[in-house]
């Protein structure tokens, strides 16, 4: 299974509105920077569009898939958002 298979990928960003923000319309423009944040089925990442941080909140059901999801975030540190969805995941890799 692929990430982007899982419900709700790519997630949308959380924060702020700006409106003087220029507005991100795909994830092949943004570059996954690091894991903020991991709880239970809550999993909060950053990335970079152009020169501004944007930070999204992915929610996965199961503990197993989540640290699979957070380690191919950690792995592809850099990678475009888009390219993290095209992964494959493992059902029985822990």
Same mark, same amino acid.
């Given at each position: ?18 409106? !003087? $923000?220029e ?5 092949? @423009?943004?570059?996954?920077? *690091?894991?903020?944040? =991991?709880?239970?089925?809550? #999993? ?21 898939? !989540? $640290? ?6 950690? @792995?592809?540190?850099?990678? *475009?958002?888009?390219? =993290?969805?095209?992964?494959? #995941? ?5």
């Amino acid at each position: 299974m692929r990430i982007m298979d899982l419900p709700c990928w790519p997630p949308q960003a959380g924060g702020t509105f700006i409106p !003087s $923000k220029e507005f991100l319309v795909s994830a092949k @423009d943004l570059f996954v920077e *690091r894991v903020v944040r =991991i709880s239970v089925g809550h #999993i909060t990442f950053a990335c970079r569009y152009k020169d501004q941080p944007e930070f999204y909140d992915f929610f996965v059901a199961d503990e197993n898939t !989540s $640290k699979k999801v957070v380690r191919a975030l950690t @792995d592809h540190q850099g990678s *475009r958002l888009f390219d =993290i969805g095209l992964l494959e #995941i493992s059902p029985d890799e822990s």
